[in-house]
Each structure stands twice: as structure tokens, then as C-alpha cells.
């Protein structure tokens, strides 16, 4: 088949037939029933026969029988993922630097046996890296088929509102590992706080959740601490999902820590959860969408006492992205959180009512240029005509 006739059978009888998974699978924790909820969702947009039979050619060639073909296709789903992240249109909204979330992992470090949530997992990335975290200690350790069998179904629990960030959520962590991703359609912020019972709890929370945005009049209804802005709702589902003793590694836009309609949040997250360490990002980090990010790390169960302040004082950009290595220097102070030029202490007890969190880094040595002003005008002027010398020779080659 190669026309008309292609798409007719794509379209009335392949995709309907692995939709039909859903209701011929033997239970939903299978990969058969995760393969019909994703084609629920899908509707094929290829219209030309011509164009489909090219495509699937193409895809022909491409093998998934070996160890090392699943990790190439799944090295690249997720360059994809992060093009589409890093193009603009989609502001950041399916990808957080995986650097950032190894080096937040590294921190919050859930064991096997926990549960390890993401209530706006987005493309699951923080899902699928804490997978590859707690298999490569399955190895290590040599847990065996049992610990395995606990990451495969009892472990990782997503929810994600939007269609698209769905599928590609449920898509990447089946090409990451997990066969039958627990993952579920729906806004979690259509949850009741009130409703929430200890069985519902986790271990471990790991997002990135969406700021802005609205939600409907009910929906505000559902918590104690009456807010429009999306993040400040996440935040008060974060704490009340956290089992005692329950960790969380949360990005959040830095606003959170002085916006006046957070400080009732603030209040709460101080009153029943350690807050002990805030990294505070640039800009760059985050280059799809050009906003000023922290992450919170937080253990519930006691008040917070003092808190520890990392300041990344890089700068970053598409071509110059976040990497490992600059995250070594925090993770290396965060052990014992010591004092340093972008690092320092705050105590509680010295916050005013507002609980006002801003970054404010009391070792940073500021640069005074103590030129005067018509130094900085002359300096300016010897700049723009040697640049005016240099493309001046640029052209005189090109002409040659």
C-alpha cells in the first residue's frame, strides 16, 4: 500500500485496532493497555499515502532488538523532547536540563521501596532520571529480580493535565525502562487537599510545576490558602502529598520566595516542612522559556530552623547550556552546607511575618568600576573603532 489506500488502513483499522488495547488487555499495569491509552489520544495527521510510505520505510530501517538500540532510541526521543522545550513556542514546558534534575536527585536520593511522584510531570523527565538512579543502585548492589519488579510497578506515580505531555510522558518512560508507566490524565489541581489520606501519600516528590496559568472557580475551592497562581496551588499539594519524613525537590519561579500572595504558602511550608536548602539558578538556565528560577529541598515532618542558600552565579545560554560540572561546587558544599562566596545561612526566627525568602547573598563581593565617567565614554569610543577597523578589513577580503 502506498496511496490513498495506506491512509485508509492507517486510519480505519491500525490506529482503531491499538486503541482497542485498552479493552483486550488482560489488566491496566501492562505495556498492551499503556499502547491503547496512547493511541487514544493519537489521530494520524498524515494526509499524502506517498508521504506515509516514505516515513515508514525510514522507520524500517531502524532496529529495537538490543540493549543498545533502546538506549540510542531513547537518547533520541529525549534530544527531541529537549529541541522541542529550547524552541520557544512551547516556553520550556516539556523539558528541565537534565543536569538540574540528576543534581536534585542526587540530593533528595529515594531508595527503593519509596514512592517518587510528579504531580505536573510534564515529559516525565524527572520520572525516567530517578528510574536510571535507582536501577544503576539495583545493580550495584545487586537488589535482585524483586527490587526490580518494585521499580517496574510500585514506584514512580505521574499526573499530567494536557494531552500532548501525556503521551510523551507515558512514551518516554516506556522507552527508559518502564513498561507500564503509572502515569495518569488529569489535573491534580482538581484534587481536594481535604481528601488526601495517608494511603495516597509519597515518599519522594520531584517536579517542575507550571506557573500562571487559570483555573476554574471550583478549583480554588480545593485548598486552605486561596490563590490564582498555579505554582503557589502545587506548592500546598506537594506538602500535604509528602508522607512524614517525606522528601521533595521542587523548581519553582523565584517570586515564590518574596511575592506577597505566597507568604501564607511560605508560612505553611516553614510551619511543616524543613526547608533546608535553596539553589538559586540564573536565568539561562531554563532557555526556552528566560525566566529566574530556585529549587526548594524540603523533608516534612519538623519546622524549619535555618536555612542554606547555593547561588549559581553563572551565566547560561542555548549554545552554553547548564552541565554537570556546574553543579559540582553545590553538591559538593551541600553535604555539610558551608559558607562560601555563593553560599550562606539565613535563620528562621529573624524573617519577619511575610516570611520574606529572597536571595540575598550577604558574601558576594560586588565589582566597583571606579572609572569616571568620561574614562568609560573614551574606553567605549577605542571599542566601537577597532570593531569598525576589523569589519572594515572582513569586507576589504571579501571583496578580494
Not at 491512509?7 to 493497555?33: G, H, I, Q, R, S
Not at 549559581?312 to 547548564?322: A, E, G, R, S
Not at 553538591?331 to 525568602?357: F, M, P, Y
Request: hydrophobic fraction near 35%.
Amino acid at each position: 500500500m502506498t496511496g490513498n489506500d495506506l491512509v485508509e488502513f492507517v486510519d480505519t483499522k491500525l490506529f482503531p485496532y491499538l486503541k482497542d488495547f485498552k479493552v483486550t488487555a488482560p489488566d491496566t499495569n501492562c505495556l498492551e493497555y499503556k499502547i491503547g491509552e496512547i493511541f487514544d489520544e493519537l489521530h494520524n495527521k498524515i494526509k499524502s499515502g506517498f508521504n506515509l510510505r516514505e516515513i515508514i520505510n525510514m522507520i524500517d530501517e531502524l532496529h529495537f532488538e538490543s540493549a543498545d538500540d533502546k538506549h540510542e532510541m531513547t537518547v533520541l526521543y529525549e534530544s527531541n523532547i529537549q529541541r522541542m522545550g529550547n524552541a520557544g513556542r512551547n516556553g520550556g514546558e516539556y523539558y528541565t536540563p537534565r543536569p538540574l534534575i540528576r543534581s536534585i536527585i542526587k540530593i533528595v536520593d529515594p531508595k527503593v521501596g519509596e514512592t517518587v511522584y510528579d504531580p505536573a510531570c510534564g515529559s516525565a523527565g524527572f520520572l525516567c532520571e530517578a528510574y536510571g538512579y535507582m536501577l544503576d543502585k539495583v545493580k550495584a548492589e545487586k537488589q535482585g529480580a524483586k527490587a526490580f519488579d518494585t521499580l517496574q510497578k510500585d514506584t514512580f506515580f505521574g499526573r499530567e493535565k494536557k494531552p500532548l505531555p501525556y503521551i510523551i510522558a507515558t512514551m518516554n518512560m516506556i522507552f527508559h525502562g518502564v513498561a507500564a508507566p503509572n502515569i495518569v490524565k488529569g489535573n491534580t489541581l482538581a484534587m481536594n487537599l481535604s481528601q488526601i489520606t495517608e494511603k495516597d501519600r509519597k515518599n519522594v516528590i520531584l517536579a517542575n510545576p507550571p506557573f500562571g496559568g487559570n483555573e476554574r472557580g471550583e478549583v480554588l475551592q480545593n485548598f486552605d490558602i486561596r490563590t490564582s497562581e498555579t505554582a503557589y496551588m502545587f506548592m500546598q499539594h506537594f506538602i500535604k502529598m509528602l508522607k512524614v519524613n517525606g522528601r521533595a525537590g521542587i523548581v519553582i519561579k523565584n517570586t515564590f520566595l518574596s511575592n506577597g500572595d505566597a507568604s501564607g504558602v511560605r508560612k505553611l511550608l516553614l510551619e511543616e516542612c524543613n526547608l533546608h536548602t535553596i539553589l538559586d539558578l540564573p536565568s539561562g538556565v531554563f532557555t526556552g522559556a528566560g525566566v529566574k528560577t530556585v529549587v526548594l529541598f524540603f523533608t516534612k515532618g519538623a519546622p524549619t530552623e535555618k536555612v542554606w542558600y547555593y547561588q549559581m552565579d553563572k551565566h547560561f545560554t542555548k549554545t552554553n547550556p547548564l552541565t554537570e560540572k556546574d553543579c559540582e561546587e553545590f553538591l559538593r558544599l551541600q553535604e555539610t552546607k558551608a559558607d562560601s562566596e555563593h553560599s550562606w545561612s539565613i535563620n528562621v526566627c529573624d524573617l519577619g511575618d511575610d516570611c520574606d525568602l529572597s536571595v540575598k547573598n550577604p558574601n558576594k563581593v560586588e565589582v566597583v568600576d571606579e572609572r569616571t565617567p568620561m574614562e568609560i565614554a573614551s574606553s567605549l569610543k577605542d571599542f566601537s573603532e577597532e570593531n569598525t577597523a576589523l569589519l572594515n578589513e572582513i569586507m576589504e577580503m571579501i571583496e578580494r
